[in-house]
């Protein structure tokens, strides 16, 4: 299982960013799918994650970014979306997709799967 990560950049405060992430390969199912950053110095964190109904209803958000982050997913297409709105410099982390995944209908373990990661930068 790949994920492959896209977007992300260096914004001034205020401004927005999408990050999208795709995954590929061989699987059963993706049970939930999300977005941790990393800021320097800090431990990686848990930002928002989305479970396999795809229903925003359903998401959990860090509460720094709550109403200004949103999670999205396709569960047709294994996507999920990061919209990021009114950035702040505290948001400068590296960002990392997340997937929990089935391998087989057979077994009922769940992995880990991790993207690359990529640079978000808010400039003051």
């Known amino acids: 299982v790949q994920l492959v990560e896209s977007g992300g950049g260096l914004v001034q405060a205020g401004g927005s960013l999408r990050l999208s992430c795709a995954a590929s390969?061989?699987?059963?199912?993706?049970?939930?799918m999300g977005w941790y950053r990393q800021a320097p110095g800090k431990e990686r964190e848990l930002v928002a994650t989305?479970?396999?109904?795809?229903?925003?209803?359903?998401?959990n958000y860090v509460d720094s970014v709550k109403g200004r982050f949103t999670i999205s997913r396709d569960i047709t297409k294994n996507t999920v979306t990061l919209q990021m709105n009114n950035l702040k410099p505290e948001d400068l982390a590296v960002y990392y997709c997340?997937?929990?995944?089935?391998?087989?209908?057979?077994?009922?373990?769940?992995?880990?799967?991790w993207g690359q990661g990529t640079q978000v930068t808010v400039s003051s």
């Open positions: 997340n997937a929990k995944v089935r391998i087989t209908r057979w077994g009922s373990t769940v992995y880990d799967y």
């Open positions: 390969g061989s699987f059963f199912t993706i049970n939930d």
């Open positions: 989305i479970d396999r109904s795809g229903r925003g209803d359903r998401a």
